[in-house]
């Protein structure tokens, strides 16, 4: 026994304290505020999960992408600098007169940033890489390959002539003997490719602004000789054979004159 | 949860509901003095201990625990309304009202009860109307039992007077 045991005490606290609360009526509203406690934790761990997931599947985008949204100082002023040269190019297309393949090729969407990828693509299309046999950065001297299809008379690839003409450009001339492509870097021309025709051997002279390739064969010789003039590539074939001799030149712009100018392989290298 | 493990948490916490819930209703009655306040607080603490019964299965003692969380929730709804009311004063400007905590209790029992410190009167509560033993007392209130036992000693010597001349006045009725 407890020496705390006072009977009287305890009846008058327990008379105090009430009667016993309806217990059938305090269990119903116990189950209605565990079903709403239960619901309630329900939605948080939903909405938890659906927040985790979000930010899991974000989290492994950004992992698989890690460029995506990241500044490289490096690739960024690359990427500018090729976008700089893009946006010229078409408005020098855009403003020139002369006929040109160059404006298909460069689309204006090149102004938009996320068309980043395909700005560098269509610029690429002026570099020699996308030469139009696929011959890239190849320089073929041998005379047993197949060269283009017969010929005669230059073919421009790159950008049109302007009042301030890009300063790279790219352009393929054709020939009875065969084909030659040259870029120009600034002031300087350069062989990029050459494709002689079948039967037909070449023979490069490039002396930095001036550029000649002679086919050779039996009975016909060719010669394209391209050079810079007032800021443009000129370009002059002459065709000699056995039979009569023949003249063409042309400049930049695909301008071409004399009968034989017809090629399709220009057209290619922008695309 | 799978559904047989459901079942059995729901009949663990429901006979402990059934067992329990009157008893611990009415000692937190006498300590706070308010039916409403004590059954809320008591069924919060039921609700507590379903939905975290996995847990507190395991413990020593679960309805202790239980009775732990209602007087914690006691606490802080007898703090909350002691900080409205200064509140309230400060904005009134007028003299603070001595709060009346034994409501529907007009003899001297309640009055002297409410005097009591809080810690005292739910010691008290738990001893006599709960039929706790000191030990469960001291666990209740996070106590030592020796705490408990002063509690009881200087709780009972303020009520016993109060209670003798009451028997006094049931027995002339």
């Not at chain 1, 974000?58 to 490289?72: E, W």
């Not at chain 1, 300063?167 to 002031?187: E, L, N, P, W, Y």
Request: hydrophobic fraction near 35%; proline fraction near 5%.
């Amino acid at each position: 026994m407890s020496e705390f045991h006072d009977p009287d005490l305890r009846r008058q606290l327990s008379r105090m304290s009430g009667p016993y609360p309806d217990d059938n009526a305090a269990f119903a509203a116990w189950q209605r505020r565990v079903g709403q406690a239960r619901r309630r934790r329900a939605v948080a761990w939903t909405t938890g999960a659906a927040m985790s997931l979000v930010m899991g599947t974000i989290t492994v985008s950004a992992l698989q992408n890690p460029g995506r949204n990241s500044v490289v100082p490096g690739k960024s002023l690359e990427t500018i600098t090729v976008v700089t040269v893009s946006i010229a190019t078409t408005e020098a297309d855009e403003s020139s007169t002369s006929e040109s393949t160059a404006p298909e090729t460069i689309a204006p969407t090149t102004l938009a940033p996320d068309t980043t990828p395909s700005t560098v693509i269509a610029a690429d299309t002026s570099m020699p890489e996308s030469d139009d046999n696929g011959a890239a950065g190849s320089r073929p001297t041998g005379s047993t390959s197949k060269g283009p299809g017969p010929g005669v008379g230059p073919t421009t690839t790159a950008a049109p002539q302007t009042s301030e003409p890009p300063q790279t450009a790219t352009k393929t001339v054709t020939s009875i003997g065969g084909a030659v492509t040259v870029r120009r870097d600034g002031d300087r021309l350069t062989v990029t490719a050459i494709n002689p025709a079948a039967g037909f051997e070449a023979d490069e002279n490039d002396s930095g602004d001036r550029v000649r390739v002679t086919f050779t064969s039996g009975d016909h010789k060719s010669e394209i000789t391209v050079r810079l003039s007032e800021g443009a590539i000129k370009a002059d074939v002459s065709e000699k054979s056995e039979s009569h001799d023949t003249s063409v030149s042309g400049d930049s712009s695909g301008d071409s004159s004399g009968e034989a100018s017809s090629d399709d392989h220009g057209g290619d290298d922008n695309e | 949860m799978s559904e047989i493990e459901e079942v059995k948490v729901v009949e663990t916490v429901d006979s402990l509901f059934r067992a329990h819930h009157g008893r611990l209703v009415r000692a937190l009655t006498l300590a706070c003095g308010d039916h409403e306040v004590a059954a809320d607080a008591v069924q919060e603490a039921f609700v507590k201990a379903h939905l975290h019964w996995r847990r507190i299965q395991h413990y020593d003692d679960p309805v202790g625990w239980i009775r732990r969380v209602a007087i914690n929730r006691l606490r802080d709804d007898h703090r909350r309304q002691s900080r409205k009311g200064r509140a309230l004063e400060r904005l009134a400007g007028e003299p603070p009202v001595e709060p009346v905590e034994q409501r529907g209790f007009d003899s001297d029992l309640p009055t002297i009860l409410a005097r009591l410190p809080r810690q005292q009167r739910i010691a008290m509560a738990l001893f006599y109307v709960d039929e706790l033993s000191i030990a469960e007392v001291a666990s209740a209130l996070n106590v030592s039992e020796g705490a408990v036992k002063s509690y009881l000693h200087q709780g009972r010597a303020r009520l016993r007077s109060v209670v003798t001349s009451g028997e006094e006045v049931h027995s002339d009725e």
